[in-house]
């Protein structure tokens, strides 16, 4: 499966789990540290945590298993990486403070 398509998969995922401001942004063409940033927002701790498993769980189920994990046990911003995606789950106060949406918007979203 090429990474537009696991993005896609991902973004059903996170709308399924009620997440937040969720954007894709394709870094291909200005990046090598992976095809798509996927950055959504979490309303609690727990919900960030839901968010980051239920992408873990469904993704490990199609044979796409996390390479990287951080900031589980905080669950303020969990980034998740995939390789070809990298997947920031913010508590909504954080997301607006770390502004990465501002900060790769040389990419082109592909989804908001």
Not at 20 to 37: P, Q
């Amino acid at each position: 499966m090429d990474s537009e398509k696991i993005a896609q998969k991902i973004l059903e995922i996170l709308e399924g789990k009620k997440a937040r401001d969720i954007s894709a942004v394709n870094i291909t063409n200005i990046s090598i540290l992976a095809d798509y940033f996927i950055i959504c927002s979490g309303t609690s701790t727990t919900h960030i945590r839901a968010l980051a498993d239920e992408i873990d769980e469904k993704l490990s189920k199609e044979g796409y298993n996390c390479l990287h994990k951080e900031g589980y046990n905080t669950a303020r911003w969990i980034l998740l990486d995939y390789g070809e995606i990298i997947i920031h789950i913010f508590h909504e106060e954080d997301r607006e403070f770390y502004n990465l949406d501002r900060l790769w918007s040389d990419g082109i979203v592909t989804y908001k």
